[in-house]
């Protein structure tokens, strides 16, 4: 059960593939002479800067890869600490725990996403970033979060992973901050099975994120040995396959996001009018990708009796995207005498337990958005999904 790229794969992907596989050329790298080397990956690159709105583009084989090649292009140093909110997926702390950094988990509000009025409480001298994670498709209250980061000097990481498509006040998520990250992963707005893309407009970052990526290489090199090398890097490279994916997705992605928010938006018309539960803040309603319905009850006794009649969960159920449930992570912020069991953050629990998420176009159990509908649902079946969930509130 993916997201609502996968929902759309056809016939432009499977020519992608096909054509990549007639060229025999699968590297990034290839003869530029050749026309048979179709520079997929490269094409993605540049599609996919100038769909978001950046000087640069770098794709990688995993938004995880993507925000651990982010934190080194940051400068970030081993014990620098990060602040990132207690509800996100586990790359989120995972990716940086690699790196050496301390994350330091700070509240969510009722948008989900992190608390902007949490961050300055949890700065210390040691506080070098700040990575606000779009959860579920809405941006951040970035205004407030880049007022903070200025304030105090803090470098920001956008985790776009879940949010590919998304906007914030006429900004494509992934341009507002030093850099960005994205996933390509089947769960997300469009995918290619696994991938990932590293967005900034600095050029500099850009050159640090390529080395890591690539065994400290510079960009562009075309497969051809280019300068000395002062990166330490890994090989976190997408292949030309991958890319032709990619690209067909992308080539979809405003519609893909134009689909959910005409379904989601019928959705929430034929259930607002029970009582008990709000939707979600929006911090740019205009902008967010609709992959999801997130309802949030008065009480966690009703979200957890309306989610269980309809065979779903409550978020904080909802396997490794609460912090309370990632006993690997909660080991190694004991271990860096960071809050460490369940209970430590007490207002993104409470939000939580009452949270359900009605899938629109991401239909993961895992996410807790086990239940909905999806990018294909007809009208009567939204009208039936609403009833639904109108008879499970009763
Ligand atoms: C999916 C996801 C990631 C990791 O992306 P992968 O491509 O699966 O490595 C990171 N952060 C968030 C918020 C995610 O949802």
Redesign the pocket.
Known sequence: MPGPGAYWFGEEEIEAVMEVMKGGYLFRYGSENDPKFLHKVSSLEKEFAKYTGVEFALATS??????LASAIALGLKPGDEIIVPAY??V??YS?MLFAGLVPVLAEIDESLTLDADDIERRITPRTKAIMP?H?LGNPCNMDKIMKVAVKHNLLVLE?C??AAGATYKGKKVGSIGNIG?F???I??TINSG???LVTTDDSALYEVAFGVHDQGHKPMRFGVEVGTRNVLGLNFRMNEITAAVGLAQLGKIDRIVETLRGKRSMLKSLIAQEVGFKFRILNDPEGDCATVCAVVFNTREKAALVSGKLGSKTVDQSGW?VYANMEHILNHLKNLGQPHTKGSYPVTDDILSRTMIISIGVVDGGLGAGWGININSTDSEIEAAAKQFREACK
Not at 62 to 67: E, F, K, V
């Open positions: 995993s938004g995880t890869a993507s925000l996100t997926f790359a989120s990716s994670v959860m985790d992973c879940q990250a996933s390509l992963n769960f997300k696994d991938g990932g995207h």
